[in-house]
């Protein structure tokens, strides 16, 4: 059976999302797992575009070093050259130019001739070459350029050196059959196309990514860029849960197979919506809380006689525990090691004697612990461990009276410092509070509060975005007090916002 490489743009692409912002040690955090769940090729990040994408590179380079580690580049000289330096240390190096052939973007966007960005793909990818032996060109806006256009600019770039050429649906315009049509074109009409591996980059504008791709690794597409949970530019990117579950659910009809091991999907997936920020809807394919959820009677009773009745996945295949052992106050330490182990965490001694005192905090306020409130807890934990201002004491009163807040924090230079503020709410009087003593402007631009588990003794997981000088910070928090998870998902954005101006963070990505 042909394998399809799994190409992950999750730290490109997906973080490209607005509000996307992720540290550097996030993005490490996340390629580890990409890692761990078998992708081909990760690209890491767009190195020009930033300090902070550049350090990243370099320190993925350095520590991943099983699959290719690819770096983005436009067809400029100055851009490839960054794009070698982020990766040169990689133990799999791939340089990834692009530039956009469609006519729309030649006449308003690069104001060049067809002419001119062919020869610039030649000499660009020329340049890329002298580098490195692998080589990824993408001609951006593919869909929307005339397909003849496309057949010179992918050979010329193969004729380069590319060995990966990619046929991005860049503004997520293009159906299942016109796109399959496009690369079968590719595939025959392209004289040197052999020497190469065709790759699909889909955009969900129209909420197609998933069905273009499919349908062009019907047709020969061997490599398929796609991000964790969909993330990505405006409406995302292909979905690589729903690519790489349909290729193996439906291996009858694609005959083919990628190398991913699908049982840290549900896993990774967990740790990209903690890290960004972005909720997983609950119909999700593959990952969503309902995707294995059997509402109705007549559902439930089929599953119950033979899951195959109404599930043509196993929840077990993607990752999904299988449930639950609930644990409670009585539970021991050893019983909630192994059911961390179970959730697919391993914990230094440290942080799990941090996460079983905050498991027994919980177990005291709320029965029953459901393998959803481990999860909170292990990143709530997790949030914690780089803090700049920590959260101490916190006291709000509301209601019909004027709403105020008192909060003690321990400032980085070990002090305690005390404030207190009125509001219009608890919530608008503690996060002025906090403001008297961090001092840092910023507008909070979205709060959401969700229950991680049913029942009035749930857990609250508040997530929260503010803005400063033009860039979003993500916060989370979560307790069984919403009030105190909605502080600590605010102290969690302001330090990423404090962390991330000091000189060696990484900022979001400008490109
Ligand atoms: O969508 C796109 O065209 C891209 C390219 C940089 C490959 O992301
Ligand atoms: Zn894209």
Partial sequence: MDKVVIFDTTLRDGEQAAGGTLNIQEKLQIARQLDNLGIDVMEAGFPASSPGDMEAVKLISKEVRRPVICGLCRAH??????????????????????????????????????????????????????????????????????????????????????????????????????????????????????????????????????????????????????????????????????????????????NVTTNIDTKQIYKTSRLVSELTGFSVQPNKAVVGANAFRHESGIHQDGVIKMPITFEIMDPKDVGIPASSLVLGKLSGRHAFRERLAELGYSLGDDDLMRAFNAFKETADKKKDVTDRDIESLVAEQQRTVSEVYHLDKLQVTCGAGIPTAAVSLTAPDGRTVADAALGTGPVDALYKAINRIVGVPNKLTEFSVNSVTEGIDAIGEVLIRIESEGVTYTGRGADTDVILAGAKAYMNALNRLLSARKPSASVKSNH
């Avoid at 062919?118 to 993408?138: N, Q, T």
């Avoid at 010329?156 to 991005?168: C, K, L, Q, R, S």
């Avoid at 190469?196 to 990514?209: E, M």
């Fill in 77 to 254: 000289p100055d851009d490839i050259d960054a794009a070698w330096e982020g990766i040169k240390n990689a133990a799999h190096p791939r340089i990834h130019v692009f530039l956009s052939s469609s006519d729309i973007h030649l006449l308003y966007a690069l104001k060049k001739s067809r002419e001119e960005i062919l020869g610039m793909s030649r000499e660009m990818v020329k340049r890329a070459k002298s580098y490195c032996e692998d080589i990824e060109f993408s001609p951006m806006d593919a869909t929307r350029t005339e397909p003849s256009y496309i057949y010179k600019i992918v050979e010329a770039a193969i004729d380069a050196g590319a060995t990966t050429v990619n046929i991005p649906d860049t503004v997520g315009y293009t159906v299942p059959g016109e796109y399959a049509a496009l690369i079968a074109g590719i595939i025959k009409n392209v004289p040197n196309i052999k020497k190469a591996i065709v790759s699909v980059h889909c955009h969900n504008d129209l909420g197609l990514a998933v069905a273009n791709s499919l349908a062009a690794i019907n047709v020969g597409a061997r490599q398929v860029e796609c991000t964790m949970n969909g993330i990505g530019e405006r409406a995302g990117n292909a979905s690589m849960e729903e690519i790489v579950m349909a290729l193996k659910t439906r291996k009858d009809f694609y």
